[in-house]
């Protein structure tokens, strides 16, 4: 995957955004190190994107990432092509991801960087991204399932509760269709492949029974941090089922992770009127930067210390322990189900 020379604190707005193999094992991470204290890694909160990848060479990889026009997704975009990623900026609002693209370029000319329109809300949309990818015949390495959102109730395009529909179903679709590229190109390139999931320490807020399967548009009884937890333990029941899957396929070389980016200063809470106004006022002082908001996915995305691990949850680029729901092997493999039936018609 990457040379050989070369897992923040907790929010206080609880609702943040946002191998079977012989392989290094990280002791797993036992407390936050809410004052830059470094845990098994030699990384804590404090820590950058640019700090975690110190070294790393990652030219000849493409990555997707996807919400790369704002947030912790233009940092993340930023910082694999520092190191030499071609990076996909998979976005909604392109206008905004050329903007993103040409400002990169001024820091770093040599930067590989292309913009595509991606509605992660539109099942149509997500099948035509990964037609035209799969199309261009380029190869992919790191696919960043990094967007997110929080709002009030709405049905998507295709009838679906817009959060569980942004956050997991749409990169679920993604994922599903760009998985036999990815494939083909770690067996093409003898490189380890590698699948990021963004969730949140969020998905420990969410409805009793975790993921409400049989009442995902169920307004009467909607709550937006409640269903904001519900898409973020989807992340993370995903990306572990995924993993699962991957393992028991015999020479795949493609980990699958997902991680809590930790609480960061962005328009992530932008849909919360006063609390939202509130929050980002108070987050300018005790929230993460966009900077150390980004390290964890780049430590997961690039880092040698991530060879070969895969089911696994991340927090300031260490080793979490997610909660019981998430780790719920019956629920992740009922949740991967439930999701293909609701993909089906664009598979």
């Not at 997902?258 to 106004?277: C, D, E, K, M, Y």
Request: glycine share 8%; proline share 3%.
């Amino acid at each position: 995957m990457v040379s050989d020379s070369s897992l923040h604190r907790l929010p206080i707005f609880s609702f943040c955004h946002c191998c079977q193999s012989p392989c290094f094992r990280l002791p797993r991470r036992k407390k936050m190190w809410i004052f830059g204290w470094k845990g098994a890694s030699g990384f804590s909160a404090r820590s950058t994107a640019e700090e975690v990848t110190d070294g790393i060479d990652a030219t000849g990889l493409t990555a997707i990432v996807t919400g790369a026009s704002n947030g912790i997704g233009v940092e993340t975009a930023r910082v694999l092509a520092m190191h030499g990623a071609h990076v996909f900026m998979a976005v909604r609002n392109v206008d905004a991801g050329k903007s993103v693209k040409e400002a990169i370029l001024k820091e770093i000319p040599t930067a590989k960087l292309d913009v595509m329109h991606l509605d992660l809300s539109s099942l149509a949309s997500v099948k035509r991204f990964a037609s035209e990818y799969v199309s261009s015949g380029l190869p992919l390495n790191l696919l960043i399932n990094n967007a997110g959102m929080m709002c009030p109730y709405m049905l998507s395009t295709d009838n679906i509760e817009m959060q569980f529909a942004t956050n997991h179903v749409g990169h679920f679709l993604l994922t599903h269709l760009l998985l036999e590229r990815m494939k083909s190109t770690a067996l093409e390139s003898n490189q380890e492949g590698r699948i990021v999931n963004l969730s949140s320490e969020g998905h420990r807020f969410v409805y009793k029974e975790g993921i409400r399967f049989d009442k995902i548009n169920n307004e009467a009884e909607y709550n937006k941090f409640l269903a904001y937890g519900q898409s973020k333990l989807a992340n993370i029941l995903h990306a572990n089922e995924l993993a699962k899957r991957l393992t028991q396929e015999e020479g795949i070389n493609i980990t699958a992770n997902s991680l809590h980016p930790g609480a960061v200063a962005t328009n992530f809470f932008r849909n919360l009127g006063v609390i939202g106004a509130i929050t980002n006022l108070a987050g300018k002082y005790v929230l993460k930067n966009l900077p150390q908001g980004a390290a964890t996915t780049c430590f997961a995305a690039l880092h040698p210390q991530m060879k070969g691990v895969t089911g696994e949850y991340l927090c300031d680029s260490n080793l979490y322990k997610p909660s019981p729901q998430g780790k719920d092997d019956e629920l992740a493999k009922k949740l991967w189900d439930f999701s293909l039936d609701l993909v089906h018609p664009f598979c």
